[in-house]
């Protein structure tokens, strides 16, 4: 869903997506992972695959997993473990963590306007992409 809104925000607008680790047992590595795609400036190739491998096919169960995962998409194995215990994926482990505690998140999907405002999608016509974008774009 993040996606299809970013497609729509105005040209310049900055979107920043962040993953948060007390869903599942995977959470914590999750969340480090989601750090190192940021890192490596690799979100947009991992995004889709990594969703599918944990919620769709749920083939992700190990760190491991989620290696092969970026590895699949494309980064080096070597890049990727570099990355993993880096000071920089250690900052935006923390920066997300610090997030998702100063925002009080209960659940996903959470959408937030300049880091104050939660998007309450109740009531709105989510049948279609263009016409949810459409009121909140």
């Known amino acids: 869903m993040s996606d299809n809104v970013k497609k729509k925000l105005p040209e310049g607008t900055k979107m920043t997506k962040y993953h948060v680790e007390f869903l599942g047992p995977l959470g914590k590595e999750l969340t480090q992972a989601w750090a190192v795609a940021m890192a490596l400036g690799v979100e947009d190739k991992v995004t889709v695959p990594l969703f599918e491998a944990v919620q769709k096919t749920q083939t992700v169960q190990s760190a491991a997993d989620i290696r092969k995962v970026f590895v699949d998409a494309g980064v ?62």
């Not at 890049?79 to 996903?108: H, I, M, P, R």
């Not at 306007?113 to 016409?131: F, L």
């Open 76 to 137: 080096k194995g070597e890049d990727y473990d570099a990355a993993w215990n880096s000071f920089v994926v250690k900052s935006l482990v923390a920066q997300q963590e610090k997030a998702a505690a100063d925002l009080q998140l209960q659940g996903v999907p959470a959408m937030f306007v300049n880091g104050k405002y939660q998007i309450n999608p109740q009531g709105m016509d989510t049948s279609s992409m263009d016409v949810f974008c459409s009121a909140v774009c």
